[in-house]
């Protein structure tokens, strides 16, 4: 006993009795701060270190949930602890950023009447809002979306991108909006159609998409937003380009997007010339703007303002194979022609014949003030003027009967002025870019990192007052690699040089260790 009581009376033994006891006290620091930690909100404790920030919200939403007005209700219709672990992260930081916001998680299993009331599946979100009394419904499987061709060739049923707040954001604008725009889509002339890319994203807007054959309907309907020409290859005969300009000056919004063509156009480029625009002939070859040297893939510059210029962070948009315009005069003096994607000035445009340097235009808007009424009260003089030649002395009497309506009206007349002018002006907009690529399926999903698709929304939300561009892409899930494509010399010294230097530099501290 005398010897056990002094082995524990040594100073090692005391050494290791108090490491002892402050391995034992971080050991309960850790559990306790783990403890505290797991009831944090899952907000706040998931921190995103995902490589594609799955979890980071764009600015587009925060703006729409900070000035959210209205409540709105965001029902999951699912098993909660076997639900997948990114859904339920991401809604736990979307719900975070807004007050009115109300997410309720309801076990299908447990409650298998909310099915039947909800009218949907489990797995399933239900974001409703009580004022407007409108509800839209996502599914599971729209935020983790599969590749449907993966699927059919390997089998493979993981999913490739997460749409979370693309979904989110977009359900929550349609239950809170009483605005709902319709784009017509124009046929018969070879046009192209519109990739899932595009569709999605304006589904996302509640843009809805008709398609509209001038030749066979010979008009434009009346609850036509924008009418859209996606492509064409052949001309639009002179009655349908006169239906375009005449739908134009009565305040109308067209969206022309040009592709490769074997003849020329001269109805549809008489509708540009009306507004400003000139084609160029060829196609546009741009050395200094230019992908890997290819000077057909061109990165053009840049002009953006107000809502074209929202979401733009790089400023980086690839066209292939583009047209080109240049400015003319304008067949009216209020036309307005703004730029916003342009060639460098070494620009080329190549046709078989030769080329021509200069800046090109490669996307343009151009707008004119439209007074309505004024057009109207035109076309009633013109059907009545035969009648009103006629009767000299019936108008001398309705006239003079008409003197004091005139007084007594007059005050009435003064006070409306104002609100008449506002409601009869419209503006005529016509926007033009001229490479169908820039929207084409296979680019856009290739060079994941341009802002195509968010310029285009832009150019099309730009239409509209009270339409904002909430369309959001999805984020990828595929895994990104750290890749070496080119060892430079300052590569080539990180990798080797360094190594080599602490090496030696351990080595000779050795050998003169050895030798003292």
Known sequence: MQNIKERFESKTSRNGAMSMGMIAIVICIVVVINLIVGQLPERIRNLDLTDNKLYEISDTSREILGNLD????????????????????????????????????????????????????????????????KSTTISFNDILVVDEMSYYTTGSTEPVSFDGEGQMT??????????????????????????????????????????????????????????????????????????????????????????????????????????????????????????????????????????????????????????????????????????????SDSAHAVTADGDEEGSYIMGAVATEPVDVNDKDSDTYDASEAEDTGSSDAGEKEESDSSDSDVAENAEDSDTSDGDAEDSSTAEARLTVMTSPAMIDEQITSTFTTLENLTLFMNTVSANFDDIQNVAIEPKSLETSYNTMQHAGLISLALIFGIPVIVLGGGFVVWWKRRKA
């Open 170 to 343: 977009s359900a929550i604008n349609y239950v809170i909006s009483d605005t709902s725009k319709n784009i017509y889509r124009t046929t018969g002339h070879g046009e192209g159609t519109l990739g899932s890319n595009v569709t999605d994203l304006m589904d996302k807007m509640n843009l809805k998409v008709d398609e509209l054959n001038l030749l066979m309907e010979n008009k434009i309907p009346e609850d036509c937003d924008l009418l859209m020409m996606y492509a064409p290859t052949k001309d639009l005969t002179k009655d349908e380009a006169k239906l375009v300009e005449d739908y134009l000056q009565s305040g109308g919004k067209v969206y022309l997007i040009l592709g490769a063509v074997e003849d020329s156009l001269p109805n549809l480029e008489g509708v540009m010339k009306t507004y400003g625009l000139e084609m160029a002939d060829g196609y546009i070859a741009d050395p200094d703007r230019c992908y890997q040297g290819n000077y057909y893939y061109i990165f053009p510059e840049l002009s953006l303002s107000e809502k074209l210029a929202d979401n733009i962070s790089s400023q980086m948009v690839l066209l292939v194979n583009s047209r080109g315009m240049t400015t003319t005069d304008a067949a009216r003096d209020g036309i307005t022609v703004n730029p916003f994607m342009t060639s």
């Open 70 to 133: 209205k409540n709105v209700e965001i029902k999951v219709l699912a098993v909660k602890d076997s639900a997948d672990d990114r859904i339920k992260t991401f809604l736990s930081k979307y719900a975070a950023l807004s007050d009115k916001l109300d997410v309720e998680w309801i076990d299908p299993v447990q409650h298998p009447s909310a099915l039947e009331k909800y009218d949907t599946s489990s797995n399933s979100i239900v974001v409703s809002c009580p004022d407007t009394d």
